[in-house]
């Protein structure tokens, strides 16, 4: 949430954080392109990517190219992870998503935790929060 607010929108948050894991993996294994899943109409990734010699390709539906693929399944392993994981600090199940399940997990967190604690749990710039 700290970083969101640096950054004041979701796709630029998004870029930035390609960018920084793209540097760190290609410092591990240096190559000459790679393919990134396309989540913005701008060539946002490339604008904070501070290398050189490497071709960065975007496409819609990239993860139809099976490394892209393999990244997704790892990405969503971690996220579910995560999610049991803050699930647990907040001493109750913290569903996925934004509808009614969510706003009212969101509400009874409110309600045991407070309304300043929420930063550890939840992205405060959602719509859910500011219905909530």
Request: positive net charge; aromatic residues 8%.
């Amino acid at each position: 949430n700290q970083l969101y607010s640096k950054f004041n929108n979701l796709n630029n948050l998004l870029a930035w954080f390609h960018a920084k894991a793209l540097e760190g993996a290609l410092k591990k294994r240096p190559v000459s392109e790679g393919l990134l899943d396309q989540f913005t109409t701008s060539k946002l990734v490339q604008r904070y990517l501070k290398v050189e010699n490497f071709n960065l390709q975007q496409q819609v539906r990239a993860e139809a190219d099976p490394v892209v693929a393999a990244a997704s399944i790892i990405a969503r392993a971690e996220y579910l992870r995560q999610l049991k994981r803050l699930s647990e600090q907040a001493n109750m199940p913290l569903p996925k998503g934004c509808g009614t399940q969510a706003k009212e997990a969101l509400q009874k967190l409110i309600a045991s935790q407070g309304r300043e604690a929420m930063s550890k749990f939840i992205k405060l710039h959602f719509k859910t929060f500011q219905e909530a």
